[in-house]
Nanobody
Framework: QVQLVESGGGLAQAGGSLRLSCAASRDTLSIYHMGWFRQASGKEREFVAGITRHFVGTSYADSVKGRFTVSGDHAKNTLYLQMNSLKPEDTAVYYC?????????????????WGQGTQVAVSS
């Protein structure tokens, strides 16, 4: 069973930065493709950023490209999301997720394991 625990959320001002962490079970980042998703109040969960197993490649939603960076640390079994130049529209609950499929996906339906989420609020 894969366990994912997010942390690092909080309140930031527009233009500020936050770094989210996702502590994963051992070897998760080597076995699974990983993704960051977010869900704003009243909206559907959406893809934010992802990284393939063994950190071969990354992908970003257009809305965060150039502002957010996804990375991972195998030794710490931790996934990160560095968020810079935050905007009020980035306000949401952020989730990390693991996808055991052969083909990496941006669809939340393809992900098998989810963390509990961490709230990010950006004030204008």
């Amino acid at each position: 069973q894969v366990q994912l625990v997010e942390s690092g959320g909080g309140l930031a001002q527009a233009g500020g930065s936050l770094r989210l962490s996702c502590a994963a079970s051992r070897d998760t980042l080597s076995i699974y493709h990983m993704g960051w998703f977010r869900q704003a109040s009243g909206k559907e969960r959406e893809f934010v950023a992802g990284i393939t197993r063994h950190f071969v490649g990354t992908s970003y939603a257009d809305s965060v490209k150039g502002r957010f960076t996804v990375s991972g640390d195998h030794a710490k079994n931790t996934l990160y999301l560095q968020m810079n130049s935050l905007k009020p529209e980035d306000t949401a609950v952020y989730y990390c997720a693991a996808d055991r499929g052969a083909t990496w996906s941006t669809s939340p339906r393809e992900y098998d394991y989810w963390g509990q989420g961490t709230q990010v609020a950006v004030s204008s």
